[in-house]
């Protein structure tokens, strides 16, 4: 039977380029970094040749800028403490947006336990967030800024360089989790005024477990792991070496061709969307119609559960999702869509198809053809639906 992945925002395949770069250090280059040996100098050097290539990609100043974490949700978790702690004199105000990732939000929450107070500002109706929204809610105790780079559930892109610039302007730090966009998104972080920026490898194509956090030069982020001094004091613990070699081969090999690779995803992006919204009748779709990642679909299905379509559709070999992987096993409706002002009963029967660099036309095709006939099924035996 036919296998279609399209649940790239869950998780990417790893690329065999990447991992023919990291066998070695599961192999034969098994020093430890901090090792003043050979065996040790080589697996420190393969870590700063990653550094680099990350920095690279993310036009860093400098490859200082740049401290590996054990994934996305740490460099998240990470900011936020950090930032909290170290900057807490000169005020306990930070602000967010109500759609972002739970490593975020949840963090968030710890933060309000802890006496820190968070503004959440609210999305329109696609989940965007504006610069100006951020404008107005800077106080003179604000520390933080931190908004997503693109919505994983719903895909919207934020107006990332414009935030940028209001918290420049006001002297306030500012995050991104930018851990759905690299890699297939141009990121330039001195462009884009971003001082902090959290990323995840296998979210383009990478391996598990590896992360980074971009700090730019002058901030202080204080540790979250304390003991050894790995990471220039800033992440103690051993090194995931072959992980972090990996990470820095898939961010150079996506973002070696971004234009076209984002450009072949957005056609192939743009094909689902209308071909979806053309064959199926009641359907919406979910985020921004064009300022959105160039691998996320997400529909609202009307009058049936997103449960039930997904398992249809994984009897025919389609691997997607509704809303975030994270939720996907409870059955609260998503907060982004819940956010975004959609009601609950809508919120409840979304589809998320998210391609990758690997995904083919011929597989678009192919859930195009399965999707409709699915919903036609589903939507005969639901009790809601009229016809
Ligand atoms: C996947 C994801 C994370 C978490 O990254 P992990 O490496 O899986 O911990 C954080 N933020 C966003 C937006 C994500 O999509």
Redesign the pocket.
Known sequence: MKRVYMDN?ATTALKKEVLDAMMPYLTDIYGNPSSLHTFGQEAHKAVENARHQVAKALNAADDREIIFTG????S?NMVLLGIAQRYAKKGKHIITSAVE?H?VLYTCERLEKMGYEVTYLPVDEYGMVTAAQVSEAIRPDTILVSI?FGN?EVGTVMPIKRIGEVCREKGVFFHT?A??AVGHVHIDVQDMNIDLL?L?A??FHGPKGV?ALYVKKGIVVPALLTGGAQERNKRAGTENVAGIVGLGKAIELACSDIDESSARMTHLRDKLMTGIAGSIPEVKLNGHPTERLPGNVNFSIKYIEGESILLMLDINGIAASSGSACTSGSLDPSHVLLAMGLPHEIAHGSLRLTLGDDTTEEEVDYVLEVLPKVVERLRKMSPLYKG
């Open positions: 925002a994934c996305g949700t740490e998240d990732h490593a997503m994983n989790d851990v759905q959290s995840s296998h979210k992360g």
